[in-house]
């Protein structure tokens, strides 16, 4: 009985990790320093290729040495010999070996347990042909939508049995967790960087700086998923406050066109621009440079924190505005 529920918990946290498995870390080994390496594996890219996960969730990718020897039973007892193509997700293992050229770990030691192997093997040859011929989003909706009461159920049924069967259990709730938070963090964004661009006195055109600046905002804004642009422009307290609310929209404008009609930025990625006028000065208008400092657009370019595990927020410091006062 509990060997079955333990096939059961493997099988779901194959699932739940196949998810997860795309965002972790791959870190980079030291070139010829020994290391030994205890975890579970959690893809296979091909037949001498895979990755393991360690206690702490960190990432290691094994590739097999030619001579690399792979057999059963303890790490340093001798036991049954296994072809490379044995090793399969979920399997729990130790390997051995030295960090390569490309930050890889080349294993010329792999020991697991034989009934571990086969059941990863049983359940892997079940789970891989169901994966095939569901889409990304069909397998997290069906992960979701029943796991976590069977989890519960199976860990009830078997507590007080194995601890590598608990352990599994626990493995495979943290996957569906780490999903249920990436949905709900969908919407929740994020400034990735802020940028100044500054403007003449009652021009709205970009200067060559102003669009080097937003060149940048551009090229990096193409490499992030779920991106989205706001622009809000303001101008100094020279002039009457209508005339200043234009011109801090027209800037805004400027700033806009340039994004979409340059660098092909879609217009869904540009939320809600706004001209604030004479509003919300950063330096003083009784001053010819906080004037100068006054007449701006600043562009915030922010990221989807579900989509973008692992974004940075930079501060805005003074090396992000770009003056055009002359």
């Not at 080349?106 to 569901?134: C, G, H, M, W």
Request: aromatic share 4%; glycine share 8%.
């Amino acid at each position: 009985m509990l060997k079955k529920m333990s096939a059961v918990l493997m099988a779901l946290t194959i699932g739940a990790i196949s998810v997860i498995a795309q965002d972790a870390q791959i870190r980079n080994l030291v070139n010829g320093q020994k290391y030994e390496i205890k975890g579970t594996v959690v893809a296979t890219e091909d037949a001498n290729t895979f990755i393991v996960r360690d206690s702490v969730g960190v990432d290691t990718r094994v590739v097999l040495a030619p001579n690399a020897s792979i057999r059963a039973n303890s790490f340093w007892g001798s036991g049954d010999r296994y072809p490379a193509g044995s090793i399969v997700r979920g399997l729990n293992l130790e390997v051995e070996g030295r960090g390569d050229g490309t930050g890889n770990l080349a294993a010329t030691k792999v020991r697991f347990d034989k009934s571990n192997l086969q059941t990863a093997q049983s359940i892997d040859a079940r789970v891989a042909p169901a994966e095939a011929r569901l889409t990304a989003q069909e397998q997290n909706a069906e992960r979701i939508s029943g796991q976590i009461d069977e989890l519960m159920a199976i860990s009830n049924a078997a507590r007080g049995g194995a601890k590598a069967a608990q352990d599994t259990a626990d493995a495979a709730v943290a996957g569906v967790n780490a999903t249920n938070q990436r949905i709900s963090a969908l919407d929740e964004y994020v400034v990735q960087s802020a940028t100044t661009v500054n403007f003449r006195v009652n021009s709205a055109v970009l200067s060559p700086e102003a669009k080097a600046a937003l060149d940048e905002v551009a090229a990096t804004a193409m490499t992030l998923k779920g991106f989205e642009i706001e622009v809000t422009g303001f101008a100094s307290s020279e002039g009457s406050t209508a005339r200043n609310k234009t011109l801090s929209q027209r800037r805004a404008q400027a700033v806009i066109d340039y994004l979409v009609e340059t660098h092909n930025i879609p217009l869904r990625r540009i939320g809600q621009s706004y001209g604030f006028g004479e509003l919300q000065a950063v330096a003083d208008n009784s001053t010819r440079e906080g004037r100068e400092q006054n007449r701006r657009v600043e562009v915030k370019l922010m990221v989807s924190r579900g989509l973008n595990q692992n974004v940075e927020v930079r501060q805005v410091d003074s090396t992000d505005n770009v003056n055009d006062n002359n």
